[in-house]
C-alpha cells in the first residue's frame, strides 16, 4: 500500500490537533436550567395591529385567584407607531389560556373559546364593550350578548 505525501501530512496534522484537544470527561458539564422556565408565559406576546393600524392588541398572562396565569387579550392606542396610555384588558378568561385571537375591522376582536370542557370551540367576539358568541349553532338560537 503506498502513501502519499499529502495523506501522510493530513494524518500527522490530525494526530497534532487531537493530542492538543481536551478530554470532554475534563470538561465542566453545561449550567442546568430549571424545568419550569420553558414553560412561563412571555410577559407581552402575539402583537397584532387593527386594520385602521391605530391600535395593537396584544396577549398578556393575568394572575389568578390560585396563582396560575393566564393569557388574555389586552388593547392599547397607538399614536403613530408608539403606544399611548395604558393596556386594556379586553377579556377576562380564567379557565384556560386563549390560544389565539384576530381582528375583525379596527373595532373588534375575535377568540377562540372552550366552554365547560367539551371541546366545541365557539368564536367569541369582544369590543365595545360586549362580548358575543359565535357558536355554529348560534344562529338557530340567537347569539348570547354579555355586557360588562
Do not use: C
Amino acid at each position: 500500500m503506498r502513501l502519499s505525501l499529502t495523506s501522510l501530512a493530513a494524518a500527522a496534522l490530525s494526530a497534532t490537533l487531537l493530542a492538543g484537544a481536551p478530554l470532554a470527561a475534563h470538561s465542566a458539564p453545561p449550567p442546568q436550567l430549571p424545568l419550569k422556565d420553558f414553560f412561563h408565559h412571555p410577559e407581552r406576546a402575539y402583537f397584532r395591529l387593527s386594520d385602521d393600524g391605530k391600535t395593537l392588541g396584544f396577549m398578556q398572562p393575568v394572575a389568578q385567584a390560585d396563582g396560575t396565569r393566564r393569557l388574555n387579550v389586552f388593547v392599547q392606542p397607538l399614536k403613530g407607531s408608539v403606544t399611548v396610555g395604558e393596556p386594556r384588558k379586553l377579556t377576562s378568561e380564567t379557565a384556560r389560556d386563549i390560544g389565539t385571537y384576530y381582528w375583525k375591522g379596527s373595532d373588534t376582536i375575535l377568540y377562540e373559546k372552550d366552554f365547560g370542557g367539551d371541546e366545541n370551540t365557539h368564536v367569541v367576539a369582544v369590543g365595545r364593550g360586549e362580548r358575543e358568541d359565535h357558536r355554529p349553532d348560534a344562529r338557530r338560537q340567537g347569539a348570547r350578548r354579555h355586557h360588562r
